[in-house]
Each structure stands twice: as structure tokens, then as C-alpha cells.
């Protein structure tokens, strides 16, 4: 097979992120091309949980909802998922509640608790697998030690027993039915595995950034905690805060004071923080603030996808000020684009945003390899002042030189009010209308340095799709599997504002389609506000899970139709 | 006053409380011998804020009730820093509470200074925080119905590395005392009683004369029990270094 896709279900707590983890890694030492996704709930222990696995010979980079092997920890999940378990499927596991697909039932628990401890389910489990899919069982055992060697020689070997269980069941199934086996890698390769968490982070530490403060919330949490990692290695002031009021201002502060700066949080979390987003733009204080989106209104669905606050990043703050909205499609951008957020913040001295969404954080594909990114000096776009600097210069682009705190003779005044020049308070009507237009001015710089989309696809096309963000892979997929012409995908990784000649995009096809995973097509409203250009076809999804690769097929057949 | 750009006109009304604190901070910042350039005040907003306006200094003017969090972004990006937190009771103790409680279990290097005058001024003499139980105003013209917060007490029980109670109309013993928490290693609050000529008719300057003493030379500030119970009289409000926290003061 082309490529197969592996599910693994289990209730949080029995460790199948272990087996995934264990899995991805062995199969992509063994030169395979994996791509991994999750979806979980809001609670710690118990509950249903799933991460999908695409193990192939070529790229792999998009969720798709068929199901080739299906590994059932606990059955509790089978009902969410039984739509996706087809005829063709091998179920393997607790198969009790399940009424389609090929049954191997196979309890976990009771080998696990004959090596000693129903712990080892997740081991015994990935043995099966690697078993089916003709791995060297020398392969895994390698792994058993680097993985729980630091819980003792006594777990090693329990987990190596385990292992050889699994490839004793695995053995018995493939006795009695052929699983799907992928096709065969043309020979080793080196990649990396790297999340959009992961990504996200790596940009931040490119751009410079050496300050960051949060208050932990899902699914942001996992770019604050990469950079808590790496804060001792790259000079990274990590700090938790009380709240996200107090995030936001930590940031602001430490950014006057001269640090790269970045707020984290997710939607909830980003509403407690627009005064702050205010204050950025009044007093031109460059922050990077990363969403990262999950379903709303209020706490929604903590642990689940969508697209849905861009208009939230858009409209924040009170007053006019400039912003820049940027949103990655693949890991790599995610970590150009970052780094990219850090350059922008500085040389606009404004917010500049980073949408997200769980769907992106949460999945990995391999990367060949991590692209080589100077690493940006700290200090970089600040001045030495002079005795009667003014931190609000009025210049020809309004953007004032940026000076910090204990850095030359000059001292830096900056201002929630409406202040002059220098940095005073003042209520002069006339000095009011000059800053307003000195703030906004910043946009024309912006706009004159907007890239222009990614155009994919037929350069003839007759229909035009028009997606942003973590979208990206699932369209292109689908776009391919279609297997029509005369399809083009135009994707916008920077969403505002709009850069290069996008009307003249539009205006070329003889239909348009907005895809948007939330409920009213948030950036085509966007489109039409900046270019007047109305998208009235729009295909979005809001239950909470990202669009599939089959799910996207299916809609653009219909729509060619 | 702030001698390179000469500000006559302040905000503030004639006979107010924050002349006398500007005053002693100026003096401060000459005695301790702070460049300014390596001083930071940072605000939040109200009268007291707009204090750092009329000094000469680095200032952060951010937003109500955030003075705290910006002041810690601000040390932990530059250590070299002195900064300076100045707010007053509504902004530090209401609207920014939380910052307050956290900032003191964080123990950042900095100082706080907040000018108390147990009401609220810049939106026209509404109860704060710190207003006493029956206090009268536009808001609740049967007076206020709650305890007032008590930010010396709140401070020791979270373990403050320094906490100071001073009276603004002494100018003398108020610079002594700031100038020891600015140069005190760790977190500090200096909580200034400053009379609101103009909204506040009860705790006047004669009202804190009456009502204040320092403590003696036989007080204690590292025994923490003794602190607290020094926090709470209200009879007579005690004036000087309340509390301050063994290990911090070896360093």
C-alpha cells in the first residue's frame, strides 16, 4: 500500500502516547515518511482518547479519516470513531462494542498482567504492530532501553517481554488474516520529527526571543513549556504568570526594557489580554503574541480545533492601531514565520500575531532537516539615545527610533495617554491627530512588506480555493486526490495585512472557494473588507475536529460538479 | 520638578498629598544617588501615576492596576535596572490585586510605593479599597459596607521581603524609609498615608497626625508574629519599617 494509517486508542493514562511515540520513531529510523495527529479530552485520567498515525514511503503531512489498523486499548472510543471503521479495517484490541471491520480481539491487559503489571498494555500493543508490519524485532528492543532506562534494568525487561508478546500475537493474526503493509522505503534516510508546538518555538528561539510569560492553557501550553526547556541553553526568562493581564504586561515590560518578547495563550486567555494589545499599540512597544485558537465562545472545547478567533486578533484592543496577523501551513513555516514575528514586532514597533490551532500544535510530520536561521542578535533594532531623546519622533514612516531603558544618556518615556514626542502626557488636540497618524502610518510600511500568498495548483484554473493557515497539507492533499484540473489554491500565511496583487487572483476564476475550519469564513469576510472581492462560496467545519483529507475530497468533488 | 521640560501646570490639586511625595522621591533618588538613566518608575493610572511625569526618569505609564507585572518584566529583562513601582490604593490594591498578592510571593527585586489616601480621586472621590467601613460618597451615600483592605497585614502573611508604612506629610522620615526599601535587596512596599484634600473630609492631615505613631526603637521588624499584630491596630496606625524577612536581609 501506498500508505497506511494507524489508530490508536486508549484512555488517558495507559500510555499511548508511548506507543506513538515508540512507533514514529521506529518507523521513520527504518526511512519511512510519518505523520502523527491527536485528539483528546479535557480531563487527566480516563476518558477516550486517539492519535492517528501515517506511516508511507512518500511525504505524508495531512490527517486522513480512514482507518487501516485500528489498535483498541479501550473500547469506550469505538462509538466516537465508528463511522471511520470500514469493512477493510483490522481492529485490533478490545473489539467488544465494534460492528464493522476485521475483529482481532486481544486483551492487553491480561498479558500485560501476566509480565506483571497491566502498565505494559501500551508495550504489548506496539509489539503487535510492529509484528504486522514486518519490523526487526531487534528494532524495537534497541528503543526499550533509551526510552525506560531511566526507570531501571527490572522495566527494561518487563517492557522487552512485553514487546516479544506483541510480536507473538502480532504472528498470530498474520496466520490468520494479510494486514496492510506499507511499501517499502527506497533506502535509509535522516529526518526529524517536529510538531507545530516544536516549530513554533524554534522560531521564537531564531527571532531572538529571550523573554516569555504565560498562564498554561490548552493548546498553547506546549510552546511555553518547549521554551521552559530550552531557557537555561538559549537565555530564555521563562515565568509563569498569575494570570494573563499579568502575562501581557510582563512581556510589554520586558520589551521596553529591551528583551524579544512573546505572550502565549489561547483564546480565553488572549481576551484577558487586549488592554495589553491596546497598550502595545499606544505606547509602540513590539510584542509577539501567539494564539493558539481552540473552539469557543468561553471555555468551548478546551482540547479541540478551530480557526475561529482571527477575528478576535483583528479587532483587539481598543483605539486604532496597526497589527500584523501571521498563520503558519507547515512545520516550516511555523518556524520561519516565528522568527519572522520577532523581525516584524521590532522594526514596527507594534503586536504582531501568531494564529495557531490545536489541529497544527498537536500534529508532526519529518522534516529533513531544521533550516539553518542566523540567530538574531538581542539588542537588534535598538538605538543609543542622546540627552533629549524622544521616543515618539515624528518621522517620515512613523516609525520613531527605539530606544531602551539604561542604554545611552537619554531617558525613555513611554505612555498609556495620549502623549507627545517625548513621551509626556498631554491632551493638546492637535499632537493628539499627529500621534494617531504617526501609529497609523506604520500600516503603509507593513503593507509595502506583506508577502504575497502561496499560489498551488493549475495555473489555468477555472475554480480557486482559498485557505490559511493549518489547513494547508489537508487541501493540497485533497486537491491531488481529486485528480482534476483547472484547480488552483491560493494560501495565505499572512492574513493582515493582505500582501501582492489578490484581487487579480480572484477575479481570474470563475468560482471561488473559502475553506475555513470555523463556522462563518472569518478571513473571506477579511478578503472582502480589504479588496471588495466577496467570496459567497465557503465550505467551513466547526464540531471541533480538523477537516480530513477525505472529508475535503468529497466537498471540492461536489463543488466541481 | 522635572528641570528639562519645566511642567508647572500638574495635575494635581493645590495642597495634595503627592507634592510632598514627589518631593521626597526627588530627594531619594539625589540622596541614594541614582543615575537617572538607570532608574525606571513605572505606573499604572490615577493621580498618584502620573507622578513619574514630573521627575527625571525612565518611566513605563502602562494601565490601571498593571504597574506591578510591568515593573517585573522590566527587572528580570534588565537586572542593571532600579525600578520603581508607584500607584495608588485603588489601582495597586483593587484593580491590580492580584498582581499585588503574586508579585510579593515572586520576591522580584523592585519597589513598590503606594500613595494611600483611601479614595478614589481621578474619578471623583468614589470609596477605594482602603476606605473605612461608613465612609460616605456619590457611590453608596449610606457608606461603605465592607472591611477595608489591609495591605501591611495581606503583605506579611504572604512573607514580604519588606514592608514600610509612612506618612506622607513627614518628609524627613518618609525619605529614610524609602531610600532603605529601594536599596533593599528583594521586594519591597512602602504604603504611604496621604490625605485627599479634596474628596477625603475624614482622614485629613490633622486626622493623620492624630492617628499615626512610629514605631519605637525597641521594635523588632524581623519578628514576624509582632509584625503582624502591628499591622492590624487600628486605633493608631503604626508608622515606620513594619516587616522585613530574616534571610532577605543578610544578603
Redesign the interface.
Known amino acids: 500500500m501506498d500508505d497506511i494509517s494507524i489508530l490508536i486508542t486508549g484512555q488517558a493514562g495507559q500510555g499511548i502516547q508511548t506507543v506513538e511515540t515508540l512507533l514514529s520513531d521506529i518507523f521513520l529510523g527504518q526511512g519511512y515518511h510519518v505523520f502523527a495527529t491527536k485528539e483528546y479530552m479535557s480531563r487527566v485520567r480516563g476518558g477516550s482518547n486517539s492519535t492517528g498515525l501515517r506511516v508511507s514511503s512518500r511525504p505524508v503531512r495531512a490527517c486522513t479519516d480512514r482507518i487501516d489498523i485500528l489498535l483498541a486499548l479501550d473500547r469506550e472510543i469505538l462509538k466516537r470513531i465508528s463511522d471511520r471503521i470500514s469493512a477493510s479495517t483490522l481492529v485490533i484490541g478490545e473489539t467488544g462494542q465494534c460492528r464493522s471491520g476485521i475483529m482481532e480481539n486481544v486483551d492487553f491487559r491480561a498479558i500485560a498482567s501476566k509480565i506483571g503489571n497491566p502498565v505494559f498494555s501500551n508495550v504489548v500493543a506496539t509489539g503487535v504492530i510492529l509484528s504486522l508490519l514486518e519490523i526487526d524485532p531487534a528494532v524495537p528492543s534497541r528503543h526499550m532501553e533509551s526510552v525506560f532506562g531511566r526507570k531501571g534494568a527490572d522495566i527494561v525487561g518487563k517492557n522487552l517481554k512485553a514487546l516479544e508478546e506483541g510480536y507473538r500475537e502480532g504472528a498470530g493474526i498474520k496466520g490468520r488474516v494479510s494486514p496492510p503493509v506499507p511499501d517499502r522505503p527506497d533506502g535509509k534516510r535522516k529526518g526529524i520529527l517536529v510538531n507545530g508546538s516544536q516549530a513554533i518555538g524554534m522560531g521564537a528561539i531564531a527571532g531572538g526571543c529571550?523573554?516569555i510569560?504565560a498562564y498554561p492553557m490548552s493548546p498553547s501550553t506546549g510552546v511555553f513549556t518547549y521554551l521552559a526547556g530550552k531557557g537555561r541553553e538559549e537565555s530564555i526568562?521563562t515565568?509563569q504568570?498569575?494570570?494573563e493581564?499579568?502575562?501581557i504586561?510582563?512581556?510589554?515590560?520586558?520589551?521596553?526594557?529591551?528583551?524579544r518578547?512573546m505572550a502565549n495563550t489561547s483564546g480565553g486567555g488572549f481576551a484577558l489580554m487586549e488592554?495589553?494589545v491596546s497598550?502595545a499599540g499606544m505606547?509602540e512597544i513590539p510584542v509577539v503574541i501567539h494564539i493558539a485558537q481552540r473552539p469557543g465562545p468561553a471555555t468551548g472545547l478546551p482540547t479541540r480545533t478551530e480557526q475561529g478567533d482571527l477575528n478576535l486578533a483583528l479587532y483587539s484592543g481598543h483605539g486604532e492601531f496597526p497589527r500584523v496577523i501571521l498563520a503558519p501551513g507547515t512545520i516550516e513555516e511555523g518556524i520561519s514565520l516565528s522568527k519572522r514575528a520577532f523581525d516584524l514586532a521590532s522594526s514596527y514597533q507594534s503586536p504582531v500575531f501568531i494564529l495557531t490551532d490545536q489541529y497544527y500544535l498537536d500534529s508532526y510530520y519529518d522534516i529533513a532537516s531544521l533550516p539553518v536561521i542566523e540567530k538574531k542578535a538581542y539588542g537588534e533594532g535598538v538605538v543609543r539615545t542622546k540627552k533629549?531623546y524622544k521616543r515618539y519622533l515624528l518621522t517620515e514612516n512613523g516609525i520613531s527610533p527605539r530606544g531602551?531603558?539604561?542604554y545611552?544618556?537619554?531617558?525613555?518615556?513611554?505612555?498609556?495617554?495620549e502623549h507627545d514626542e517625548?513621551?509626556?502626557?498631554t491632551e493638546d488636540m492637535d499632537t493628539r491627530k499627529r500621534m494617531v497618524e504617526k501609529r497609523w502610518k506604520k500600516l503603509d510600511t507593513m503593507k509595502k512588506e506583506a508577502p504575497e500568498p502561496g499560489f498551488f495548483g493549475d495555473r489555468e484554473y477555472r475554480i480557486l480555493l482559498v485557505g490559511w493557515g493549518s489547513t494547508y497539507h489537508i487541501i493540497r492533499e485533497a486537491m491531488e486526490r481529486t485528480g482534476i484540473g483547472g484547480l488552483g489554491f491560493l494560501h495565505f500565511s499572512q492574513l493582515y495585512p493582505l500582501g501582492g496583487d489578490v484581487i487579480k487572483y480572484l477575479e481570474r476564476a470563475e468560482k471561488v472557494i473559502g475553506i475555513e475550519n470555523n463556522l462563518t469564513g472569518q478571513f473571506a469576510d477579511l478578503i472582502a473588507r480589504e479588496t471588495g472581492f466577496m467570496i459567497g462560496r465557503r465550505i467551513t467545519k466547526y464540531n471541533g475536529l480538523p477537516f480530513s483529507v477525505e472529508e475535503m475530497k468529497e466537498l471540492l468533488l461536489k463543488e466541481i460538479k | 520638578m522635572n528641570k528639562e521640560t519645566p511642567r508647572s501646570d500638574t495635575a494635581w490639586c493645590p495642597g495634595c498629598g503627592n507634592f510632598a511625595i514627589l518631593e521626597t522621591m526627588e530627594r531619594v533618588i539625589r540622596e541614594i544617588g541614582l543615575d537617572p538613566s538607570s532608574l525606571v518608575f513605572v505606573s499604572g493610572i490615577g493621580q498618584a501615576a502620573k507622578l513619574p511625569q514630573y521627575l527625571e526618569v525612565n518611566y513605563f505609564n502602562g494601565l490601571h492596576g498593571r504597574a506591578l507585572p510591568a515593573a517585573v518584566g522590566i527587572k528580570l529583562a534588565n537586572p542593571g535596572l532600579t525600578v520603581i513601582a508607584e500607584s495608588g490604593d485603588g489601582c495597586t490594591y483593587g484593580e491590580g490585586g492580584n498582581h499585588f498578592i503574586h508579585t510579593i510571593r515572586r520576591n522580584t527585586d523592585l519597589t513598590l510605593v503606594v500613595h494611600n489616601n483611601m479614595v478614589y480621586g481621578l474619578t471623583k472621590g468614589q470609596a477605594s479599597p482602603t476606605s473605612p467601613r461608613g465612609f460616605r460618597n456619590p457611590l453608596q451615600p449610606d457608606g461603605v459596607d465592607m472591611e477595608p483592605f489591609n495591605p501591611l497585614s495581606t503583605a506579611i502573611a504572604l512573607d514580604v521581603s519588606f514592608a514600610a508604612r509612612v506618612f506622607s506629610g513627614d518628609r524627613d522620615m518618609s525619605a529614610e524609609i524609602i531610600k532603605k526599601a529601594v536599596l533593599h535587596r528583594g521586594f519591597s512596599l512602602v504604603d504611604i498615608l496621604q490625605p485627599c484634600v479634596t474628596f477625603n473630609r475624614i482622614n485629613t492631615y490633622r486626622w493623620f497626625r492624630e492617628h499615626t505613631f512610629y514605631l519605637g526603637e525597641d521594635y523588632d521588624p524581623y519578628d514576624r508574629e509582632k509584625a503582624f499584630m502591628a499591622s492590624i491596630e487600628n486605633e493608631k496606625l503604626p508608622l515606620g519599617i513594619i516587616y522585613m524577612r530574616k534571610q532577605d536581609a543578610i544578603a
Open positions: 529571550n523573554f510569560s526568562v515565568e504568570a498569575e494570570d493581564i499579568s502575562a504586561n510582563m512581556v510589554l515590560g520586558a520589551s521596553y526594557a529591551g528583551a518578547a488592554e495589553g497598550l505606547a533629549g531602551i531603558p539604561g545611552g544618556e537619554g531617558l525613555v518615556r513611554i505612555d498609556s495617554d517625548d513621551g509626556f502626557i
